[in-house]
């Protein structure tokens, strides 16, 4: 059974940088995404297609692929980037994996 | 702009069936490369995927949990529909509708861009 691992949480201090796993467990680690939801909030989208940011999406958010580890990393930690993260991989259109979720805490 | 909106009943006993609709705008269900998805998210747990319809009407559920749902629409009202059917308590929790992208040689799915505010469904008895 296909799987997405996150660790559960990942903190930083403001203005540096940190790094969000996503390692696939099964299959192949393809067209993966990224959501960001902050307390109380609907998910929002900030990378599809591995590395792509959609309009409005800050350059703060980078993010790669490399075999079955996708990274999200997030630049000149701000405070506003308190939330969860959970990264998405689809398995054609019947089933998109979802990583358990990180919780990024600004210290 | 695009906008999603779900409704639906807040608490539902077990072994029941419930019915949440999602009301759209600013987009086609019928637009190629285009479909409306399903997220559910249980209290303090992480994203569970349900399903979607996309563009031409074909619903595509997570294969875990088919039997029990059903995603259908109707594209004059700009509706898409959700149906559980022998609810349990697991079934708990805060029910998205999402706008999504779908890629279409293969057909796969590419991102959930724009996400409605979320409906939060009790199952009590």
């Known amino acids: 059974q296909p799987a997405l691992t996150q660790p559960a949480s990942v903190s930083g201090s403001p203005g540096h940088s940190i790094t969000i796993s996503c390692s696939r467990v099964g299959g192949t680690f393809n067209l993966v995404s990224w959501y960001q939801q902050r307390p109380s909030g609907a998910p929002r989208l900030i990378i599809f297609q591995d590395n792509l940011r959609p309009s409005g999406i800050s350059h703060r958010f980078a993010a790669s692929t490399f075999g079955n580890t996708a990274s999200l990393t997030i630049s000149g930690l701000q405070a506003e980037d308190e939330a969860d993260y959970y990264c998405?991989?689809?398995?054609?259109?019947?089933?998109?994996?979802f990583g358990g979720g990180t919780k990024v805490t600004v210290l | 702009q695009i906008s999603l909106k779900e409704s639906g009943p807040s608490l539902v006993r077990p072994t029941q069936s419930f019915t949440l609709t999602c009301t759209i705008s600013g987009f086609s269900l019928n637009t190629f490369g285009v479909g409306v998805a399903w997220v559910r998210q249980p209290p303090g747990a992480a994203l569970e995927w349900l399903g979607l319809?996309?563009?031409?009407?074909?619903?595509h559920l997570s294969r875990s949990l088919d039997d029990r749902l059903t995603v259908t629409r109707d594209t004059s009202r700009n509706l898409v529909v959700l149906t559980v059917t022998n609810v349990d308590f697991e079934d708990r929790g805060i029910y998205f509708c999402?706008?999504?992208?779908?890629?279409?040689?293969?057909?796969?799915?590419?991102?959930?861009?724009?996400w409605g505010q979320g409906t939060l469904v009790s199952v009590s008895s």
């Open positions: 999402v706008h999504a992208d779908i890629g279409y040689a293969p057909k796969v799915l590419h991102s959930l861009d724009f």
């Open positions: 998405a991989s689809p398995i054609g259109l019947s089933d998109l994996l």
């Open positions: 319809i996309d563009w031409s009407g074909d619903g």
